[in-house]
Nanobody
Framework: QVQLVESGGGLVQAGGSLRLSCAAS????????MGWFRQAPGKEREFVAA????????VYADSVKGRFTIARDNAKNTVYLQMNSLKPEDTAAYYC??????????????????WGQGTQVTVSS
């Protein structure tokens, strides 16, 4: 029903910033709760941030609170992840995902049906 494409990843020095974008097509973002997850080599995919379908209620992993911000621009059909004060441990492939059922800011990857292809973020020391 919806296709997701991430962009904005790259190589950045520790302490720097990046903004990831997730562009949706096929259906409007207002139909979904949206989340960001990340996965480092040899580790399970972990929750990063999520935003409710309608409104501005957000949820963050403890490891990124105060540094990352998730935002949604329904007019542009795009979800963003602003990442500040990046650390080497933030290095991972980052994925956006859509929850078509609850529309809530869920922390569980099992609540998300549609996923993007991922974009790599590498933070050097």
């Amino acid at each position: 029903q919806v296709q997701l494409v991430e962009s904005g990843g790259g190589l950045v020095q520790a302490g720097g910033s990046l903004r990831l974008s997730c562009a949706a097509s096929g259906r409007t973002l207002s139909a979904y709760g949206m989340g960001w997850f990340r996965q480092a080599p040899g580790k399970e995919r972990e929750f990063v941030a999520a935003i409710v379908r309608i409104g501005e209620r957000t949820v963050y992993a403890d490891s990124v609170k105060g540094r990352f911000t998730i935002a949604r621009d329904n007019a542009k059909n795009t979800v963003y992840l602003q990442m500040n004060s990046l650390k080497p441990e933030d290095t991972a492939a980052y994925y956006c995902a859509a929850d078509p059922i609850s529309g809530l800011a869920s922390k569980s990857r099992y609540d998300y049906v549609y996923w993007g292809q991922g974009t790599q973020v590498t933070v050097s020391s």
